[in-house]
């Protein structure tokens, strides 16, 4: 008798992220060479721990895809007001092209109110009200970028979007939902899971294509996926000093097809985009000052 025990294939973020960085240098380049080199800004709020690996990995590959990077760090009892007053003191300056808020910011501002303060034009993130609207009509400028390198990494695969049966674990508003939409835009058939979903296992094992981005150590087992299929895994979780992600990783890789590891998956994937994001805002200003400037001169 004979059992076949699938083995997941890895896929290399990390391969994935650096042919990226390869593309984007040479589209920065150009812009360079037209004299809008890229500029990105990261402003954080108060306790840096939560994004600081994040932050560390942006300012590593940023250099590496042509985007010059400053990094700004705020007290925990700055105001809302002096918050947004700093948003609009880089959305008039011209040298910064991109703007990303790290999350999660201190109890007293609500995400929202300052997501929109920065233009939409230097909204590298894709959470401007705006920017987050324009994923419903199925037009993606500058989308969030961890939602965009998770449907980015499944696109990878050999298979078809058209008709895919994804589940999509967590519902948030910056992961979840936004994966949820660019899916359902390729095609794919979209169960999306939150706490509240009586049964979990039930959904994921009917999927071709699980995305999970939750934050629980071992929140999805092999039990759970279907054979064959392939399991992004989004979550950033810190267990006894190491970093894992949300799937239970041995039980996972012995049944799905495809596998996202943590590190070296979603992560690498994700800094990217956001230089890729950078660039593509960089373009977006110089076409839209060229356009201002040659309606004013008439
Ligand atoms: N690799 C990367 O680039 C990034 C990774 N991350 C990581 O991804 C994970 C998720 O991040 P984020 O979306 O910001 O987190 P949030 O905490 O905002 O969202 C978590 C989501 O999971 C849902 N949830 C909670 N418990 C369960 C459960 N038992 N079963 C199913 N769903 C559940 C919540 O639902 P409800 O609201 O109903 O409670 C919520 O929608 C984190 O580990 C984070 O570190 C985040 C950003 C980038
Ligand atoms: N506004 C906002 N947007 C975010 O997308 C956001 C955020 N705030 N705050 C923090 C979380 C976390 N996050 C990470 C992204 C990449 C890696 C990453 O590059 N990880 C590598 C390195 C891991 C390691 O060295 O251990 C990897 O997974 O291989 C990590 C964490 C984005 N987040």
Redesign the pocket.
């Known amino acids: 008798m004979s059992e076949t025990h699938h083995r997941a294939a890895l896929i290399d973020g990390k391969s994935i992220a650096a042919d990226m960085r390869a593309e984007i240098a040479k589209e920065a380049g150009e812009l360079t060479e037209q004299g809008w080199p890229p500029l990105l800004v990261s402003v954080s709020v108060g306790d840096q721990a939560a994004s600081d690996l994040?932050v560390r990995n942006q300012k590593k590959h940023a250099e590496s895809a042509g985007v010059a990077f400053e990094a700004r760090d705020y007290p925990e009892n700055t105001s809302l007001e002096q918050l947004i007053g700093i948003l609009q003191g880089l959305n008039h300056d011209p040298r910064v092209n991109g703007i990303i808020i790290q999350?999660p910011l201190p109890e007293h501002i609500p995400v929202k109110a300052l997501q929109k303060a920065v233009h939409p034009l230097k909204d590298v993130e894709g959470m401007h009200p705006a920017s987050i609207g324009n994923i419903v009509y199925n037009d993606l400028a500058l989308g969030p970028?961890?939602a965009v390198?998770a449907v980015e990494i499944l696109k990878t695969l050999p298979m078809e979007m058209e008709g895919l049966n994804v589940t999509v674990?967590?519902?948030?508003e910056?992961?979840?939902k936004p994966i949820a939409f660019l899916m359902m835009g390729l095609g794919a058939t979209v169960t999306v899971?939150?706490?509240?979903?009586r049964s979990?296992a039930m959904h994921s094992r009917a999927a071709d294509a699980v995305f999970v981005?939750?934050?629980?150590a071992g929140?999805v087992t092999g039990d759970m996926i279907k054979p064959g299929a392939a399991v992004i895994d989004?979550?950033?979780?810190r267990v006894e000093g190491k970093t894992v992600g949300?799937v239970d990783f041995d039980s996972v890789a012995e049944v799905a097809g495809w596998l996202t590891p943590v590190p070296g998956g979603?992560?690498p994937v994700?800094v990217a985009t956001l230089m890729k994001n950078a660039v593509l805002a960089t373009r977006m200003q110089m076409e839209h000052y060229r356009e201002s400037y040659t309606k004013t001169d008439f």
């Open positions: 994040y999350r970028c961890t390198a674990i967590g519902h948030s910056i992961v979840g899971c939150h706490h509240m979903t979990v981005a939750v934050g629980k929140l989004i979550g950033i979780n949300d979603v992560g994700t």
